[in-house]
């Protein structure tokens, strides 16, 4: 449970949350912050937060910045110890269960799916958020049986050289982002997926490819593809970005910090990077040595 929230997060943003026109940026997934008054460089990279261990890539150039930091910054603290139990509680449907939400139809082809694809009956998440189950969708869109996760990756480098991990936003903030979304939205979502699975996969492929290559380019002309939550873009993404950008100023005023947030934050005319430049920041891509 503990990678479900910033799992289903990611795949949002990275899927549904398009801006309509994007701004000039380098290609690149790790960036230098300087000027602006900071006494030293900050770096941010872009994360997809599940992949298979095959293309799971740490370079050198990230390890070097990643090693040079004081703290580090993920979208949510996931080195609290009450994380867990927080999760726990805020995935939990309050006064209604899953079978309420979807039709009688759906319930039961949603059932029959996650018994034959995923391996489980779907009774025992009827108490569970829909949110809960697109994750384990997205997770079993993976083609492999054990993903890697670079915020854990992070979490663990952060301790074993005795850096703070903190996180951008909350965990209530971000499971308040869904819990604000119409229930209807979130039945028809899990359910398109359900109907377009092997769709699915293969556009999680090709997200994956761009990312591979450090292409934000590419992945913003497939996220701009999907018809899925227009008019969405401020809650799920925008106002996101804008409220970590003075958390993140704050930090660089302390030191050199390490960010890592999903890729799908980064580009685009009100993606993080374009708004620290708006700012007075000088912020430049580095390319990984291949």
């Known amino acids: 449970m503990r990678k479900l929230p910033v799992l289903f997060t990611a795949f949002f943003v990275q899927h549904f949350c398009a801006p309509a026109v994007t701004a000039q940026t380098d290609n690149a997934l790790l960036w230098e912050i300087s000027g602006n008054g900071i006494s030293s460089p900050s770096y941010l990279y872009g994360t997809v937060h599940m992949i298979c261990t095959e293309d799971f890539v740490t370079g050198k150039q990230l390890q070097e910045k990643f090693k ?8 949510v603290d996931m080195d609290d110890p009450a994380m867990n139990m927080k999760m726990m509680q805020l995935s939990l449907l309050q006064g209604k269960k899953l079978s309420d939400m979807f039709s009688d139809s759906d319930y039961n082809k949603l059932n029959i799916f996650f018994r034959d694809t995923i391996g489980m009956p779907l009774t025992l998440l009827n108490t569970m958020k829909p949110f809960v189950l697109f994750s384990i969708l997205t997770l079993k869109s993976l083609p492999c049986a054990e993903p890697q996760s670079y915020e854990m990756t992070f979490v663990n480098m952060a301790k074993e050289q005795n850096k703070e991990v903190l996180g951008l936003e909350t965990i209530e903030d971000q499971m308040k982002i869904f819990d604000d979304m119409p229930d209807s939205v ?6 398109r997926y359900v109907n377009e699975f092997d769709e699915q996969k293969k556009e999680f492929a090709k997200m994956v490819n761009a990312y591979k290559q450090e292409n934000l380019d590419m992945i913003y002309r497939q996220i701009m593809s999907s018809p899925d939550i227009a008019g969405s873009e401020e809650v799920l ?17 302390s030191g050199k910090i390490f960010f890592a947030v999903g890729a799908g934050h980064l580009g685009g005319p009100k993606g993080i990077i374009n708004l620290l430049r708006e700012k007075g920041y000088t912020v430049k891509g580095i390319k990984e040595e291949r």
């Open 68 to 75: 040079s930091a004081q703290k580090v910054f993920l979208e």
């Open 237 to 253: 993404l925008y106002n996101r970005n804008r409220r970590w950008i003075p958390v993140m100023e704050n930090a660089m005023q």
């Open 186 to 191: 979130q039945v028809q979502m899990v359910m």
